[in-house]
DNA sequence: CTTGAACCTCACATCAGTGTCAAGTTCTAC
DNA sequence: GTAGAACTTGACACTGATGTGAGGTTCAAG
């Protein structure tokens, strides 16, 4: 599949889809000329990718976890050394701070919002 | 409360503390001097524009939202317009969105995170 | 007073992902 | 073989909160 294409299906721009690549955390086949060629799977992948940098991972701490997860078709093809594990775990505790934080906002939002209907 | 103390209090850097009230998201009273004197009540505010931030939220829309939110002594100096409350809810269903991703990656994290333990 | 900590304003730097434009190449379909 | 869409690399801009440093003023305690 082509670059266009990946972009279409996954909502992403080329753009980010040549920078996961520069960072290394999507590669591709290259046609005679030089043109990206991305398996199906390639998908699911910047889906992932995405959902990472959301929850503030950065490129390179995603570029170590990739290989250890497991993809929709198979079994991970690597295991996370325990350093990387444990700085996966600071993560997840972020993350769920985060999750958190998140919570109370909406709260403060549905608390307002709730207001402006009652008048 | 001066400056320092507050930023120790709320673990926010003076300097956004003070870029927060070139936002006119926090007001302070002045000494003859000119320095920042803060009321008891800035610190409850600085912990919720820093919860708004990390929930997505942009300065303008925080600045909108603050008069509409009940503060811990009592209840709001404003009411939402049909306009704000409108653009709240759509920012409350994107932290939804943002929830939803967040505990998809806690899940993919946690899944490396046990494959690595249990190894 | 004086001294040192704390504060002031202003300006420029940083981060990391993404947008955008330029100039050139490849692909696909006629 | 040619036109036009799609692709390539490279470089620079932006965003928006925050870091940082300079150069100067105010505050509080001795």
Redesign the interface.
Known sequence: MRIGELARRTGVSERSLRYYEERGLLTAERTPGGHRDYPETAADRVI?IQ??Y??G?HSEKIRQ?LP???DRDGG?SA????R??QD??A??DR??R??A??????E??????R???G?
């Open positions: 992932r959902e990472l959301a929850a991972l976890l250890c997860m497991r991970p295991v996370a050394t325990p990387l594990a996966l775990t993560e997840r993350i769920d985060m999750i934080d998140l919570c109370r906002s909406r403060t939002l549905d608390e307002v919002i207001t402006a209907r008048t």
